[in-house]
């Protein structure tokens, strides 16, 4: 049990955590910094998340970044290796809703070109120079472990009627179009790199998560969880765990895996 124990063990690797300031991302950040990984929390603006974690301790460090911009996330990662060691553990884990929420959740009939663009700029395109960058480090070294977040609305179309009636921190909600069709492209992208990068020992893989309770009102979180075997939605923390399984050595050879936690949502 001791071996097995051991493989969960993160001390001496270094993670990069994009969007690692977000509702989930400070949960992952923590998880890794608990299992020993020294973390860089790459963030528009990653301040207060770094203060809000630095009592766990470990060895950790904020890098305000766009994304989206492939130079300044360049120098992000020369910044992290040099400050913090070789990259092992990428998790390509940053998303956006846009910089209008009318507009990211209007009816697919009048969903603007604008706000699609905007979306797909960070939930899939960033998402593979991220990795691009990362990943070409990682392939130099023959070693790493590259996970990305999707969702399960990119493994299957949203049930529209849990909506009715539903809110996000006080608004209506829906999933939209460009949500699921990014989700969607992060788990070709994931497999796609899986197969191309494992001759070098790098692996890729996806971690889907169901419905997290961050804000939703109750009639939401009733209709969804109606909807899940389990009976529920997730709380963020059910997530680090799958994600610990996926950064560490007990995942040695797993890889091009969507891994779903859903509470079996996509079981029935």
Same mark, same amino acid.
């Given at each position: 049990?001791? *071996?097995? $124990?051991?493989?969960?063990?993160?001390?001496?690797?270094?993670?990069? *955590?994009?969007?690692?300031?977000?509702?989930?991302?400070?949960?992952?950040?923590?998880?890794?910094?608990?299992?020993?990984?020294?973390?860089?929390?790459?963030?528009?603006?990653?301040?207060?998340?770094?203060?809000?974690?630095?009592?766990?301790?470990?060895?950790? +460090?904020?890098?305000?970044?766009?994304?989206?911009?492939?130079?300044?996330?360049?120098?992000?990662?020369? $910044?992290? %290796?040099?400050?913090?060691?070789?990259?092992?553990?990428?998790?390509?884990?940053?998303? &956006?809703?846009?910089?209008?929420?009318?507009?990211?959740?209007?009816?697919?009939?009048?969903?603007?070109? &604008?706000?699609?663009?905007?979306?797909?700029?960070?939930? #899939?395109?960033?998402?593979?120079?991220?990795?691009?960058?990362?990943?070409?480090?990682? *392939?130099?070294?023959?070693?790493?472990?590259?996970?990305?977040?999707?969702? @399960?609305?990119? @493994?299957?179309?949203?049930?529209?009627?849990?909506?009715?009636?539903?809110?996000?921190?006080?608004?209506?909600?829906?999933?939209?179009?460009?949500?699921?069709?990014?989700? +969607?492209?992060?788990?070709?992208? &994931?497999?796609?790199?899986?197969?191309?990068?494992?001759?070098?020992?790098?692996?890729?893989?996806?971690?889907?998560?169901?419905?997290?309770?961050?804000?939703?009102?109750?009639?939401?979180?009733?209709?969804?969880?109606?909807?899940?075997?389990?009976?529920?939605?997730?709380?963020? %923390? %059910?997530?680090?765990?799958? #994600?610990?399984? #996926?950064?560490?050595?007990?995942?040695?050879? *797993?890889?091009?895996?969507?891994?779903?936690?859903?509470?079996? #949502?996509? +079981?029935?």
């Amino acid at each position: 049990m001791t *071996v097995v $124990r051991n493989q969960f063990d993160l001390s001496g690797k270094v993670a990069l *955590v994009t969007g690692g300031a977000g509702i989930l991302g400070r949960h992952f950040v923590k998880a890794l910094l608990a299992h020993g990984a020294a973390v860089a929390v790459v963030d528009l603006d990653p301040g207060a998340a770094v203060d809000a974690l630095a009592p766990v301790g470990g060895r950790l +460090a904020g890098m305000p970044c766009d994304i989206t911009d492939r130079e300044a996330f360049r120098t992000v990662v020369d $910044r992290v %290796e040099h400050d913090l060691g070789p990259i092992d553990i990428l998790h390509n884990n940053a998303a &956006t809703k846009g910089s209008d929420l009318a507009a990211f959740f209007a009816p697919t009939e009048s969903y603007s070109e &604008t706000t699609w663009r905007e979306v797909m700029s960070v939930n #899939l395109d960033a998402m593979f120079f991220v990795a691009q960058e990362v990943g070409k480090r990682m *392939v130099a070294r023959r070693k790493g472990s590259v996970i990305q977040t999707s969702s @399960v609305y990119g @493994v299957f179309g949203p049930d529209q009627r849990i909506y009715e009636g539903s809110e996000y921190l006080g608004r209506p909600i829906n999933t939209p179009p460009v949500y699921s069709a990014s989700k +969607a492209g992060v788990i070709g992208l &994931t497999k796609f790199l899986a197969t191309t990068w494992a001759p070098y020992s790098v692996r890729v893989n996806a971690l889907i998560p169901g419905g997290v309770e961050s804000g939703q009102n109750e009639t939401f979180k009733t209709r969804y969880g109606n909807r899940v075997p389990m009976g529920r939605m997730a709380q963020p %923390e %059910e997530m680090t765990g799958p #994600l610990i399984f #996926l950064a560490s050595d007990a995942s040695s050879y *797993v890889t091009g895996q969507n891994l779903l936690v859903d509470g079996g #949502l996509s +079981a029935w």
